[in-house]
C-alpha cells in the first residue's frame, strides 16, 4: 500500500490499533478469552524472536493462529458484533498466496458473469454451515522444503473431519497455496484453472450478443435492450419500455447458452417490490433471443409476464412499422 505522506501513515497506524482494541474486546462465538495472539495480524510471528520460520513448530504456530481467526466474531466501527458469516476480513487475500489468491480471483470475476457460483462451501470452515463450536487443530505438519509444506488438519464442524492444506513459503512466511492438494495434480488449482478456461470461451460467445436488441412481435412490452462488453464480461447500458419506463440498473449473466438480464428493487423497510425486470432467453436458429420475461413497475399501465422475443438491431412498434434501430438514431 503506497502512502502520500507520514502524517496519513501515522493516521493509518492510529485506525489500525483502535480497530486491533475492538477485535479483541469483542471476543468469538465459542465465548472463550480471546488473547493477544487472537489478533487478525499474524503476519509478525517470528520476525523478532529469531525462529526459524521453517521448522515444524513455527508452521504449527502459523496456521493455527490463522484458523483462530475462523469462527471469531470481531466488531465493526459501531462497536456491535459481527458474526464470522457476515465478517468482513478478507481471509482469503491475508492468508492465500498470491498465485492461488490471483487464480482465485480470476476465477470468480468469470463465475459472475456466467451467473456460476464458484464454491457451493466454505472452505475455511470445512462446510456450508457453521457450528458454534467450531475449532481446528493441527495434527501434522510434513513436506516440509524451503518452499512448500504441508499440514494435516483435523476441523469441527458438526462433526469431526480431517483435511489437508499445501503451503507456500513468500513474502517472508507461510500461506495457503491450496484446500485440496492432490499429488495427480487434482487439486483446487486445477479446478480454478478449469473454471477460468471455461469462463473465457463463454466470454467469447457473449461477444455476439453485443448491440441493441429490440421488440418483435404481436403481443408484449415494446422493449429496447442495449449490451456492451466490458472487462468484467456484459454489461446492460439500456433497458427500457419505449416510451414508458425503463431499469438503469439491470445486470445481465451468460453461461454459453442462455442470458439472464435482471433488476430487482425491493424496499425492505415497507416490505414491498419497487419494481422488477427478468428476461432469459437464449438465441434460436435465426439469431433472434427468445424466451420468458417478467415485468412490474410502478408506472406501468400493466405488469406482464409471458414470452418474449428480441431481434439484433431492430425494432417494431406497436403501429405495425419495422423499422432499423439505425433510422431512429438521435
Known sequence: MIYRS??????????????????????????KTVSNTDSL????IG????MDKHSESYIRQRIDTIYKTVGKSVCDS???????????FNRDSAYCSERYYALMQEALQLCNET???????????????????????????????????????MIHNFSDTETTIALRFERNDWYIDDFSPSKDGNDDKKYLRETIRQGLKIREKAKALVGYWGWVGDDGPELLLRLEMNDKG???????????????NATASFNGTDL????????EENEKLNHEFHFSAHLDKNGDLIGDCRIRH????????????????????????KRNLSDYAE
Open 234 to 248: 456484459l454489461e446492460v447500458t439500456e433497458c427500457n419500455v419505449y416510451r414508458m419506463y425503463g431499469f438503469d
Open 115 to 153: 451467473g456460476d457460483i464458484l464454491y457451493d462451501y466454505d472452505y475455511w470452515v470445512c462446510g456450508q454451515d457453521f457450528s458454534d463450536d467450531w475449532s481446528c487443530k493441527v495434527a501434522k505438519v510434513y513436506e516440509i522444503t524451503d518452499s512448500t509444506a504441508l499440514v494435516d488438519l
Open 260 to 267: 439472464s438480464v435482471d433488476e430487482l428493487e425491493y424496499d
Open 41 to 44: 495480524t499474524v503476519d509478525s
Open 6 to 31: 507520514d502524517a496519513k501513515k501515522a493516521k493509518k497506524l492510529i485506525l489500525f490499533i483502535l480497530a486491533a482494541a475492538l477485535m479483541l474486546n469483542c471476543g468469538n462465538k465459542t465465548g
Open 47 to 50: 520476525a523478532d524472536t529469531g
Open 298 to 321: 410502478p408506472i406501468a399501465s400493466r405488469n406482464y409476464e409471458g414470452p418474449l422475443t428480441l431481434r439484433k438491431d431492430y425494432f417494431k412498434y406497436r403501429d405495425g412499422a
Open 78 to 88: 459501531q462497536g456491535n458484533e459481527v458474526s464470522y458469516m457476515r465478517n468482513p
